[in-house]
């Protein structure tokens, strides 16, 4: 067996390492353009295959550094993580964006991307009924969507993302409102009482003027008619009638605590 004597065997090893490091190092986009890094990233995009974008697009910021280019890199980085269900990624990327470029004509879209990240299109009624629970962290995730759209809609009113803003910001509060009146239901039926009148009280507090409203204020007056809460009951029977008199629209009359967390008019 061939042996290699001690002297000469550091230097085999370091030659060995050496070939190994500049194989596995080896940049196949070394020699490329940006607008070739660009193209490939967008064709990955296209593809589907979000995962392999995502570097691509990272290769693109840093070779086209202080560029418009690089910008859009990273807004496109930002939609292929989203995309690729990294959405903590995602979200990072847009904060850093946001605040390396607060003048960006692009922050409009880069504040509705953020919504996207964090909506969920299952909230509310749906999610309950699949026996899927809306956790405190999804509400709250739900609420960062909000405040994003929000910021969409009252900074760039005429923006082409403005009015999905809108219709987003519609859902989030209806299917938060409409989940807290289930888990109410829920306790109700289960003759939880107290635990159906907190439930109801806090969708009253919190979703003022929703669809939802309805339905809280029922269960309030059912709940307290079982405990025998006899002036609480007809109080929130009269806010009822005063706030859906014959049946009407939802209204706002005898819902004026303090403000809720969604309204900014």
Known sequence: MLRLSSPLLPAVLAAGLLAACSSTQEDPTAKWTPDRIYTEARDEVSAGAFDKAV?????????????????????????????????????????????????????????????????????????????????????????????????????????????????????????????????????????????????????????EGVPAVREALQILIKSYDALGMTQLRDDSQRVLDSTFPEGGTPGTAGLTKSSPWWKFW
Request: without cysteine.
């Open 55 to 207: 570097p691509l697009f990272e290769k693109l910021e840093g070779r086209a550094a202080g560029t418009p280019l690089a910008q859009q890199a990273q807004l496109e980085k930002a939609y292929a993580q989203y995309k690729a269900g990294e959405k903590a990624q995602a979200q990072a990327t847009l904060d850093r964006f946001l605040k390396l470029h607060p003048a960006s004509p692009a922050t409009d879209y880069a504040l509705y991307l953020k919504g996207l990240v964090n909506f969920n299109d299952n909230l509310g009624m749906f999610s309950w009924i699949s026996r899927q629970d809306l956790s405190e962290r999804d509400q709250q995730a739900a609420k960062d969507s909000y405040e994003s759209f929000r910021a969409v809609v009252t900074r760039f009113p005429e923006s082409k993302y403005a009015n999905d803003s809108r219709q987003r910001m519609t859902y989030i509060v209806n299917s938060l409102a409409q989940y807290e009146v289930h888990v109410a239901r829920y306790y109700y039926e289960r003759g939880a009482y107290v635990a159906a009148i907190g439930r109801a009280q806090t969708a009253l507090a919190e979703y």
